[in-house]
């Protein structure tokens, strides 16, 4: 039979003596688990790469549908926002697990993009960007007359 789990005491003041005991428990699972992928504005993984004349961007959302995510470009920052607010209306609920969910990701693009130019698809949970890169200027000599 297994026996609960007991709590060592410790010989020295914890510098968490203050905080409740469900607290610190949280805080332990924090940092053996890490945060939980329900967790509001847990991240999800992203891939980036380069091609050619763009930068291409692959963001797993699932969940989300195109009308709840905000996709911008600012200063060389890529930004991603969904939210997915709970369900109203519903007069008797007899199980919810699909909640309120947030999600806010800025990325730092590797370089300069047109994000007038951009593209953008969401297919089957995963958001597809591709940004083409801004036209490079190269220095021109001016002949002093």
């Known amino acids: 039979m297994l026996q609960p789990e007991r709590r060592r005491r410790r010989s020295w003041i914890s510098p968490f003596f203050v905080l409740p005991e469900d607290f610190e428990r949280d805080l332990d699972r924090l940092w053996r688990e890490g945060p939980l992928e329900t967790e ?7 891939d980036m790469y380069e091609e050619k004349d763009a930068i291409i961007v692959e963001a797993e959302i699932p969940g989300f549908i195109k009308d709840e995510i905000d996709v911008s ?17 519903r007069t008797r609920e007899y199980l919810t697990e699909r ?3 947030r999600l806010d990701r800025k990325i730092g693009l590797p370089e300069s993009v047109d994000a007038t130019k951009a593209e953008a698809k969401l297919e ?4 597809h960007l591709k940004l083409p890169k801004k036209d490079k200027k190269e220095p021109r000599n001016i002949e002093i007359l």
């Open 99 to 101: 909640q309120f969910t």
């Open 73 to 89: 470009v600012h200063n060389d920052v890529l930004r991603i926002k969904a939210e997915r607010k709970k369900a109203e209306g």
């Open 124 to 127: 089957e949970g995963v958001l």
């Open 40 to 46: 509001p504005g847990s991240s999800y993984p992203v």
